[in-house]
């Protein structure tokens, strides 16, 4: 609907779902004389139900008298420019330049509904400030208790819409325009991990039935994400050739990409493992090419196996059987425990950093010995006996 000389306001739909309120007025281009229409998203209609709602939003801003400037950029709220954002960057991955797994579109919508938009949504996007950001960051830290790792991602989040919001020329670009790049905020994880020594994975594996053994024989030896061991089927399984096909992932009920372009392509068969996926297609029911290694029989193997289920019913409860955890043990426990395992064993026994970082398939060195590796008690005790030595040395000589 058309107010006499304050623009109009459309609602469009979103291919994500629902609509947003499109609010267009008309201007005088200097250079030629002509009138030109401009449009400028207000919200979505979660954020305004009505279009009297819509219309509140537009007086309140004063967007009527502001837009008849031609310098005029507008002044959309976060939520505007976050529904913009959700519509382009989150929605069909099938046609994005630059896909995201579905797993972090959820975690991204996550984060947007649950955390920014109830804060700063009906804020206009040029009125958010960074120090008003760490406070925010400092509060959601101390009455809901996020870890400084979550509070990083939520940060970022809400960066990559601003950023999005300059790009497509939904605010003015400029210093400040991205608020977020001023805001501080701790990185620094408090989480201790958790790392299995050989012997103690080996003891876990005796105490699981056999599709589950050979799941937790894969991760912790050949560093497979559990999403990826879930994707495989046992076409993947090139016995002849020695190798695994990394293809696809399964987690949070659907089929996803590789998480990164070293992740995609094979990974080594080693005889003994080989045996192992023999003995389990020779035991399953699915065992075509098609079907998946660690399919669901609840499911009749439409579908594979889910990670958190298998930890939860079958992994958790072996670790506490053999005394790695206790009953009542907060630390995080899973499949992603033995990948960092794995990296903390090899490098701990001296093989070629870059060789750990392919049997990982990190794009980077550093993240297999920043992130992935943990020095144990034993190896820590004898760097300190190396410094000792050498700083006794002359004493010694003489």
């Not at 919508?109 to 955390?115: D, G, N, P």
């Not at 008003?132 to 940060?155: D, F, I, P």
């Not at 030896?221 to 293809?247: F, K, M, N, P, Y």
Request: with cysteine; proline share 5%; aromatic share 8%.
């Amino acid at each position: 609907m058309a107010r006499y000389g304050m623009g109009s306001l459309r609602k469009e739909p979103l291919k994500r779902g629902g609509h947003s309120w499109i609010y267009r007025w008309y201007v005088t281009r200097p250079s030629d004389g002509k009138r030109v229409e401009r449009s400028l998203v207000i919200g979505t209609t979660e954020d305004y139900p009505t279009e009297r709602s819509a219309w509140a939003e537009v007086m309140t801003t004063s967007l009527p008298e502001r837009a008849q400037s031609i310098a005029f950029k507008g002044n959309m709220t976060v939520a505007g420019i976050a529904a913009h954002f959700a519509e382009h960057e989150l929605g069909d991955q099938t046609v994005s330049v630059r896909p995201l797994s579905h797993t972090t579109v959820s975690a991204y919508k996550r984060c947007i509904s649950l955390r920014i938009l109830p804060r700063w949504g009906k804020e206009p996007a040029t009125s958010v400030k960074p120090l008003a950001v760490e406070q925010w960051l400092k509060s959601l830290k101390e009455k809901e208790g996020l870890a400084n790792a979550t509070l990083a991602k939520t940060r970022n989040v809400l960066s990559l819409i601003f950023k999005h919001a300059i790009r497509h020329e939904l605010i003015s670009s400029g210093e400040g325009s991205n608020p977020l790049e001023l805001v501080r905020c701790g990185t620094t994880s408090d989480y201790e991990s958790l790392t299995l020594e050989p012997a103690q994975a080996f003891d876990i594996w005796t105490r699981l039935p056999q599709a589950e053994r050979l799941l937790l024989l894969l991760c912790a030896t050949t560093g497979l994400r559990v999403s990826e061991g879930l994707g495989l089927q046992w076409g993947d399984i090139d016995i002849h050739r020695a190798c695994i096909h990394i293809r696809r992932t399964w987690t949070a009920g659907k089929i996803g990409r590789p998480k990164t372009k070293a992740s995609r392509g094979t990974v080594p068969l080693h005889l003994l493992l080989a045996e192992h996926f023999a003995a389990w297609r020779a035991e399953t029911p699915y065992a075509s090419d098609q079907a998946w290694v660690f399919a669901s029989f609840r499911l009749k193997g439409r579908q594979p196996r889910t990670a958190s289920i298998l930890v939860e019913d079958y992994l958790r409860p072996a670790a506490v059987k053999v005394g790695v955890l206790t009953v009542d043990d907060p630390r995080r426990f899973g499949f992603h425990t033995l990948r960092h395992s794995l990296a903390t064993f090899l490098v701990g026994a001296n093989v070629d950093p870059k060789t750990v970082q392919a049997t990982l398939r990190h794009a980077d060195v550093s993240t297999t010995l920043g992130i992935y590796t943990h020095a144990n008690s034993d190896a820590k005790m004898a760097a300190q006996g190396v410094v000792l030595d050498a700083f006794f040395a002359e004493q010694k000589a003489s």
